[in-house]
């Protein structure tokens, strides 16, 4: 079955960092451009980053460029997102998405809190 | 930053068909079939529903059915069900980058 499967959230203070993970599992994640997308409390998906198949180019969103990175590790099959200089406004579930068909598939997501 | 403007609520009665309309302001919506649809659940995954303007994955219903005139999109839902009760995202793409964008969402009330 193919299955992502998100992990790393929690609560972390203003200005702290965490780093989820996404792992993929039926298929080979080499094969495929990954997406992160977030959900904020009562708000809508907003997309957050993107990266191609081996990793080499990747985009971000305005309101996370310079503060969050995505890798990821094709042995391990894992996608990551390294998130740094965390503010309240970062708070939200996020979903790692597989890209073949746009965001064809999605993970449950994993939820993040910033605050004191 | 461009932006898709999708209405906030659509309402409907079970049977009927509805429709929800995604406005992009950049050109992209209108030159480039590269419009996707997205059903969520409050907590579960987002699914896609609609690619490419009017393509539908393998397995989605064909009560769902996307179009577009111009730079607005559209998503119909004919026969709505219960189950179709859900918030719907349009997604496209904003400048020469590339870069993914969603439409702010809207509530389907069946």
């Known amino acids: 079955e193919v299955q992502l499967v998100e992990s790393g959230g929690g609560l972390v203070q203003p200005g702290g960092s965490l780093r989820l993970s996404c792992a993929a599992s039926g298929f080979s994640l080499s094969h495929y451009w990954m997406h992160w997308v977030r959900q904020a409390p009562g708000k809508g998906l907003v997309w957050v980053s993107r990266?191609?198949?081996?990793?080499?180019?990747?985009s971000y969103a305005d309101s996370v460029k310079g503060r969050f990175t995505i890798s990821r590790d094709n042995a391990k099959n894992t996608l990551y997102l390294q998130m740094n200089s965390l503010r309240a406004e970062d708070t939200a579930v996020y979903y790692c998405?597989?890209?073949?068909?746009?965001?064809?598939?999605w993970g449950q997501g994993t939820t993040v809190t910033v605050s004191s | 930053q461009s932006a898709l403007t999708q209405p906030a609520s659509v309402s409907g009665s079970v049977g009927q068909s509805i429709t929800i309309s995604c406005t992009g302001t950049?050109?992209?919506?209108?030159?480039?079939?590269?419009v996707s649809w997205y059903q969520h659940h409050p907590g579960k995954a987002p699914k896609l529903i609609i690619y490419d303007v009017f393509k539908r994955p393998s397995g989605v219903s064909d009560r769902f059915t996307g179009s577009k005139s111009g730079n607005t999109a559209s998503l119909t839902i004919s026969g709505l069900q219960a189950e179709d009760e859900a918030d719907y995202y349009c997604c496209s793409y904003e400048n020469s980058d590339r870069l993914s964008v969603f439409g702010r969402g809207t509530k389907v009330t069946v």
């Open positions: 990266i191609n198949s081996d990793g080499r180019t990747t």
């Open positions: 950049n050109s992209l919506v209108g030159t480039y079939y590269l």
């Open positions: 998405a597989r890209d073949k068909l746009p965001m064809e598939v």
